[in-house]
């Protein structure tokens, strides 16, 4: 039996060069590095020394930037421009666009790296500030933690999510980064400089994704090598990858509003869940007190340890750590803000910067709190180990912690599930935004383009991993986020100049409008100054009605007896 071929487009969708040339950019990326691992990961560090030796100022500088743009744009009179129609509802409640957010925005990293971050810094103060493995050392870590996962981190979503929801539910225009551009370059962003802004977007869209997915991967191998006899290594990630894999093409294969939807609402409770028997259960006075202590460091401090850099020496630290963090944040951008603003239509600018910068930043400092200040205090008071433990393998932090309290299997396989849901989740957005941007913007894309997807992520994964693991991914996020950096400072700049532009026409229509009622209202008032006018004219006229009498007798009958 010979069954009808399938048209590609009916397949695909409408896709065009920006799909066929960033896909054949990670094939060929993925090859070279299955083919020659060694030299393609030296090269890497070449590039990223290069980086960060002489441009490394300007990741620092410029996230700054992105963060007072933000909250400028969200305390403003710019605050009140509703993203959609004046008065479009929100798509989404307010709980359920919450956990979307921080499920697609941070939920891995903060797992991975709740225990983790802290117990490093324990270890090795930042920039050599004070003695490995002492209170002060243990304070230093928590603020750093408090400051890699704070405002800076989020700026970078809030203000791409931003301009494209803009530009989307505002203009009516397509959800692309060219599109965010088009006040700067106008009708160029339909030519090839357009289709080079949305190629840059998908490769480093796939890059960022494919660091988190790794890390992942990492976290779930510890966690499963503690509670089974599998060993940490590069064969026991490759199957945790592709089971994780399989389960989030079959979540892609679902539509936006039932699969994605509720596994985020679903991570969210399993997630507070676990914060609040930590909270519970462990040192839970301690932790509010490290909480208090390390937000008045954090907000005291914010300044200083934004713009620092060790110039005087050849120490490595800020490029090992903020430098990372930042790139890795900004290679999550067009995914994450995209994201975030396919399910914010109707939202306010106030809402939306509300809803991405102060919220997620709370939540994710409670997070730090409990699970970095309880290792913390399972380390110094109980001598835990947990330091050690990093030191030797930094995922496995956060399930040493957590045999430190009742129920430690049920917790670490609770952990387990929660980085996995989170892993599905975060890539499942990542092949939707990834069918959009290369389906010129449709807010639909077709299942098997995000099926494409999600193999060529899956591919970049197993390479990275197999090129130096955790080292690697932290390398390619640096080099794919520093031209995607330049193209956001364009964003924010184009993105200013059209909301002044929208501000200003309303400005002058609401003036026009005011000027044509006063004349309206003048006009009236001078009908009534003629009117009155006309009767002080003729003062003779009775203002009483005239008699019976008198009429009958104007009339000529006699008066009646």
């Given at each position: 039996?010979?069954?009808?071929?399938?048209?590609?487009?009916?397949?695909?969708?409408?896709?065009?060069?920006?799909?066929?040339?960033?896909?054949?950019?990670?094939?060929?990326?993925?090859?070279?590095?299955?083919?020659?691992?060694?030299?393609?990961?030296?090269?890497?560090?070449?590039?990223?020394?290069?980086?960060?030796?002489?441009?490394?100022?300007?990741y620092l500088l410029v996230i700054t930037v992105f963060v007072g743009f933000v909250?400028?744009l969200g305390v403003s009179r710019f605050g009140n421009i509703r993203l959609g129609?004046?008065?479009?509802?929100?798509?989404?409640?307010?709980?359920?666009?919450?956990?979307?957010?921080?499920?697609?925005?941070?939920?891995?990293?903060?797992?991975?790296?709740?225990?983790?971050?802290?117990?490093?810094?324990?270890?090795?103060?930042?920039?050599?500030?004070?003695?490995?493995?002492?209170?002060?050392?243990?304070?230093?870590?928590?603020?750093?933690?408090?400051?890699?996962?704070?405002?800076?981190?989020?700026?970078?979503?809030?203000?791409?999510?931003?301009?494209?929801?803009?530009?989307?539910?505002?203009?009516?225009?397509?959800?692309?980064?060219?599109?965010?551009?088009?006040?700067?370059?106008?009708?160029?962003?339909?030519?090839?400089?357009?289709?080079?802004?949305?190629?840059?977007?998908?490769?480093?869209?796939?890059?960022?994704?494919?660091?988190?997915?790794?890390?992942?991967?990492?976290?779930?191998?510890?966690?499963?090598?503690?509670?089974?006899?599998?060993?940490?290594?590069?064969?026991?990630q490759f199957g945790i990858i592709a089971v994780v894999g399989g389960l989030f093409?079959?979540?892609?294969?679902?539509?936006?509003?039932?699969?994605?939807?509720?596994?985020?609402?679903?991570?969210?409770?399993?997630?507070?869940?676990?914060?609040?028997?930590?909270?519970?259960?462990?040192?839970?006075?301690?932790?509010?007190?490290?909480?208090?202590?390390?937000?008045?460091?954090?907000?005291?401090?914010?300044?200083?340890?934004?713009?620092?850099?060790?110039?005087?020496?050849?120490?490595?630290?800020?490029?090992?750590?903020?430098?990372?963090?930042?790139?890795?944040?900004?290679?999550?951008?067009?995914?994450?803000?995209?994201?975030?603003?396919?399910?914010?239509?109707?939202?306010?600018?106030?809402?939306?910067?509300?809803?991405?910068?102060?919220?997620?930043?709370?939540?994710?400092?409670?997070?730090?709190?409990?699970?970095?200040?309880?290792?913390?205090?399972?380390?110094?008071?109980?001598?835990?180990?947990?330091?050690?433990?990093?030191?030797?393998?930094?995922?496995?932090?956060?399930?040493?912690?957590?045999?430190?309290?009742?129920?430690?299997?049920?917790?670490?396989?609770?952990?387990?599930?929660?980085?996995?849901?989170?892993?599905?989740?975060?890539?499942?957005?990542?092949?939707?935004?990834?069918?959009?941007?290369?389906?010129?913007?449709?807010?639909?894309?077709?299942?098997?383009?995000?099926?494409?997807?999600?193999?060529?992520?899956?591919?970049?994964?197993?390479?990275?991993?197999?090129?130096?693991?955790?080292?690697?991914?932290?390398?390619?996020?640096?080099?794919?986020?520093?031209?995607?950096?330049?193209?956001?400072?364009?964003?924010?700049?184009?993105?200013?100049?059209?909301?002044?532009?929208?501000?200003?026409?309303?400005?002058?229509?609401?003036?026009?409008?005011?000027?044509?009622?006063?004349?309206?209202?003048?006009?009236?008032?001078?009908?009534?100054?003629?009117?009155?006018?006309?009767?002080?004219?003729?003062?003779?006229?009775?203002?009483?009605?005239?008699?019976?009498?008198?009429?009958?007798?104007?009339?000529?009958?006699?008066?009646?007896?």
């Amino acid at each position: 039996m010979k069954f009808p071929a399938i048209p590609t487009k009916t397949l695909l969708g409408d896709v065009g060069v920006v799909f066929r040339v960033s896909a054949a950019i990670i094939l060929v990326f993925v090859t070279a590095a299955a083919i020659a691992p060694d030299a393609v990961g030296q090269t890497a560090l070449v590039v990223l020394n290069v980086t960060a030796s002489n441009l490394g100022w300007m990741y620092l500088l410029v996230i700054t930037v992105f963060v007072g743009f933000v909250l400028f744009l969200g305390v403003s009179r710019f605050g009140n421009i509703r993203l959609g129609a004046e008065d479009e509802p929100a798509e989404f409640s307010f709980s359920s666009w919450l956990a979307m957010i921080f499920s697609a925005g941070m939920g891995v990293g903060l797992v991975f790296w709740g225990v983790a971050e802290p117990m490093m810094h324990f270890n090795e103060p930042p920039m050599g500030s004070g003695l490995p493995r002492t209170t002060d050392a243990a304070q230093t870590g928590m603020t750093y933690a408090f400051f890699h996962w704070g405002l800076h981190q989020w700026a970078n979503f809030a203000l791409v999510g931003l301009a494209i929801a803009y530009v989307r539910f505002r203009h009516h225009s397509f959800g692309l980064i060219s599109e965010t551009l088009r006040p700067l370059l106008g009708d160029r962003v339909d030519t090839g400089w357009g289709k080079a802004i949305d190629i840059l977007t998908v490769v480093s869209t796939v890059f960022g994704v494919a660091t988190t997915l790794g890390l992942g991967a990492l976290q779930i191998n510890s966690g499963v090598s503690r509670l089974t006899d599998i060993p940490y290594g590069f064969p026991a990630q490759f199957g945790i990858i592709a089971v994780v894999g399989g389960l989030f093409i079959l979540s892609a294969m679902t539509p936006l509003d039932k699969g994605l939807r509720l596994l985020s609402n679903f991570n969210m409770a399993l997630a507070g869940i676990l914060l609040l028997f930590v909270l519970a259960f462990g040192p839970t006075a301690f932790i509010f007190g490290v909480m208090t202590q390390t937000l008045g460091d954090y907000l005291g401090n914010v300044v200083q340890m934004s713009l620092v850099t060790t110039p005087f020496s050849d120490a490595r630290w800020v490029e090992q750590w903020t430098m990372f963090y930042w790139a890795w944040g900004l290679s999550w951008a067009p995914f994450v803000g995209s994201f975030i603003a396919r399910i914010s239509r109707g939202r306010t600018i106030r809402e939306f910067v509300l809803g991405v910068m102060i919220v997620p930043v709370a939540l994710s400092m409670l997070w730090f709190s409990v699970f970095g200040g309880a290792s913390i205090h399972f380390e110094i008071f109980a001598n835990a180990g947990i330091a050690d433990a990093v030191a030797h393998e930094v995922p496995s932090g956060l399930f040493v912690m957590l045999e430190q309290l009742p129920l430690r299997g049920v917790l670490t396989a609770a952990a387990i599930v929660l980085v996995c849901l989170f892993l599905i989740t975060s890539a499942d957005a990542a092949t939707f935004v990834l069918g959009m941007f290369t389906s010129k913007g449709v807010l639909n894309p077709t299942t098997t383009i995000r099926v494409l997807w999600a193999g060529l992520q899956l591919m970049l994964v197993v390479v990275l991993l197999l090129t130096g693991g955790l080292e690697s991914l932290q390398t390619v996020s640096i080099i794919a986020a520093f031209p995607f950096m330049l193209l956001m400072i364009l964003i924010a700049v184009s993105l200013y100049r059209d909301l002044s532009h929208e501000l200003a026409l309303k400005t002058e229509t609401d003036r026009l409008l005011t000027m044509r009622i006063e004349r309206l209202l003048l006009r009236e008032a001078e009908r009534e100054a003629a009117k009155q006018a006309e009767e002080e004219a003729h003062p003779s006229v009775s203002e009483t009605p005239p008699s019976i009498e008198a009429l009958e007798a104007i009339e000529g009958q006699p008066p009646k007896e």
